[in-house]
């Protein structure tokens, strides 16, 4: 079935790296996305990597990608306190209509 | 000016009221979605379209309906509100990459 998993919650102190995981079940995936949802915010697109690439970096984020243990993280270096909001893995279905599956979301949390 | 508009932002409306929720676009795209947002569920695909003669269902359709008026205008309709459709609902809009820009939400409650 189609399925994106992330853990709900991470809490990190500013300036560390904060890092976020998330799996999914579509190994045919094509894209594997990133977004932002700041508080009464649509979700903006962070960043996306495609299936044949392991890596992807843009600046403070870092994006890994597992195609094998289907496994997909987002790594932000010196977390800010605008940094603080949910983020959503998304992967785009091959099947059908290539639709964009999201996960639940991790809020990420910044503390001083 | 924002890319892709919603109206209205908020609305409280009453169990068997019939709501349109509307969205616009300027950003020329042909694709234009409607998800919901509950919490710890993610968003989840309620109708799709990929032109103005193109409606589809997504995961979540019953209870919603949806008209293509024009590639800029995508609207949803709820015929019959429930208290089980209170929640944010996005419309978005997306190129042949599949990477889609999102509106600023529409926040419904169904009393």
């Known amino acids: 079935g189609e399925d994106v998993e992330q853990s709900l919650f991470l809490s990190v102190r500013e300036g560390d790296s904060s890092v976020i995981n998330c799996t999914y079940t579509?190994?045919?995936?094509?894209?594997l996305y990133w977004y932002k949802q700041e508080p009464g915010a649509g979700l903006q697109l962070l960043t996306y990597?495609?299936?044949?690439?392991d890596m992807k970096q843009d600046q403070r984020l870092t994006v890994l990608l597992n195609k094998k243990d289907k496994h997909l993280s987002l790594r932000i270096a010196d977390t800010q306190t605008g940094d603080s909001a949910i983020y959503f893995c998304?992967?785009?279905?091959?099947?059908?209509?290539?639709?964009?599956?999201f996960g639940a979301g991790t809020r990420l949390a910044v503390h001083p | 000016d924002a890319d892709v508009t919603q109206t209205p932002r908020n609305r409280i409306t009453k169990t068997g009221k019939r709501i349109m929720l509307e969205c616009s676009q300027t950003?020329?795209?042909?694709?234009m979605y409607w998800y919901r947002q509950d919490p710890g569920l993610g968003l989840r695909l309620i109708y799709y379209?990929?032109?103005?003669?193109?409606?589809n269902k997504g995961e979540i359709s019953d209870g919603y309906s949806v008209s293509r008026q024009a590639q800029a205008k995508f609207s949803l309709s709820l015929e019959s509100a429930i208290p089980n459709q209170t929640a944010l609902y996005f419309c978005?809009?997306?190129?042949?990459?599949?990477?889609?820009?999102f509106g600023p939400g529409t926040r419904l409650t169904v009393l």
């Open positions: 950003k020329g795209h042909d694709r």
């Open positions: 978005a809009t997306g190129t042949g990459t599949d990477e889609q820009f």
């Open positions: 998304a992967e785009k279905f091959s099947g059908g209509y290539n639709k964009l599956i």
């Open positions: 379209s990929f032109d103005v003669k193109d409606i």
């Open positions: 579509d190994s045919s995936s094509t894209y």
């Open positions: 990597i495609f299936s044949n690439m």
